[in-house]
Structures are given as structure tokens and as C-alpha cells.
């Protein structure tokens, strides 16, 4: 198994957070792990991405150039992503701040409502959580039973308030994955 993720949005929306968690959970499990993150200079309200690979073999290179599965956090981030993901690969777009359907065909695609799910949760903050909620649902990355001391060891003491929430709004994403992966199989 070998999985590259880009996860992309806005500085401040907690997508190097996603990649993070991704990362501590895939090495918790001894898996072999990347990730590389980028963002503009303006942090909050600029670019942010990160790259994350998980595999049960060797990580030759951390550079992805063409991802099999893209989290578009906004409009940009589909825009740019989309065309990169390879044939065959899923993007997960946060509907809330995305407006249109991806344009390829080639490509499973699933619109999100990440920040009324979020809301809903009560974790108004907490749109990548539902999205790593989605992504986790979507895609055989972890032991999803160990999702909450995955969170507690990424954020080693800090957010310990918001854990019950962030675990919240990532249970919120799976379900609504869920929910939606059943009406494909129905349709």
C-alpha cells in the first residue's frame, strides 16, 4: 500500500494540521511516512499545502508530483490541484467555500459541506477535521479506531479542550462520507 494525499487550502484552515495527523498516525502504525509542507508568506490567508505519503515499503522520494487522492480546502486549491491528481485518484472538496464540480471525469470526486458539518458539531474551527474525517472514511489509511489517541498524540497537550470537539467534527465527516458513498453504491 502506498497512498500520497495533497491537502490543500488557506493559511489558518488547519491543512498542515491534516498532514500532520496523518503523519504521526501512519508512523504510530510502522508505516514508512513523508511530509512536506508549504505555505505563502502571509500564513493566515495565503497558501498552504502539504504532501503526505504513507507506505508499507520505502519512500524514495518525497516530491508528488501527480497525488492519487487531493483534499481542496478552496476554490484555488481546486484549481490548481485538480489537473495533477492522477487518473484513477479521489479529490475531496470543501463545498462550504467551493462553488462548482471538479471538471475531470477520470476522477472520483466528493463535495463536502465541511464547515456546516463542523458547525453542527460544534467546532466552528473545525472544518479540516471533518475533512480528515471524509478523507479517513474514503480511503484505508489508519486503524480509525485509534483516531483519538492519534489526535492526542499530534497535539501533544495543546487544543486538550477541543479534543471531545475535534473528534466531533472528524466522526461528523466520516458519517457524512459514509452517507455518501452509500448512495453511490444505491444509485
Known amino acids: ?90 479529490m475531496l472538496i470543501n463545498e462550504s467555500l467551493v462553488h462548482r464540480q471538479p471538471e475531470r471525469k477520470d476522477i472520483d470526486s466528493y463535495l463536502i459541506p465541511a464547515q456546516e458539518l463542523a458547525d453542527e458539531a460544534g467546532l466552528p474551527r473545525g472544518a479540516n477535521m471533518v475533512m480528515l474525517g471524509a478523507l479517513l472514511q474514503a480511503v484505508d489509511l489508519i486503524d480509525k479506531s485509534q483516531i483519538s ?17 475535534n473528534l466531533a467534527a472528524i466522526q461528523a465527516g466520516m458519517k457524512y462520507m459514509n452517507k455518501l458513498q452509500e448512495q453511490e453504491q444505491t444509485a
Open 1 to 90: 500500500m502506498k497512498k500520497e494525499i495533497m491537502l490543500a487550502g488557506f493559511g489558518g484552515q488547519g491543512v498542515l494540521s491534516m498532514g500532520l495527523f496523518l503523519a504521526h498516525a501512519g508512523m504510530n502504525e510502522k508505516k514508512k511516512v513523508s511530509y512536506v509542507p508549504s505555505y505563502g508568506a502571509e500564513m493566515r490567508g495565503g497558501t498552504a499545502n502539504c504532501t503526505v505519503t504513507i507506505s508499507d515499503n520505502y519512500i524514495s522520494s518525497p516530491v508528488v508530483a501527480h497525488p492519487q487522492i487531493v483534499v481542496a480546502m478552496n476554490h484555488p486549491s481546486l484549481d490548481k490541484f485538480e489537473p495533477q491528481v492522477k487518473s484513477g485518484g479521489l
Open 149 to 165: 489517541n492519534y489526535l492526542v498524540q499530534t497535539f501533544k497537550g495543546r487544543y486538550t479542550d477541543k479534543m471531545p470537539l
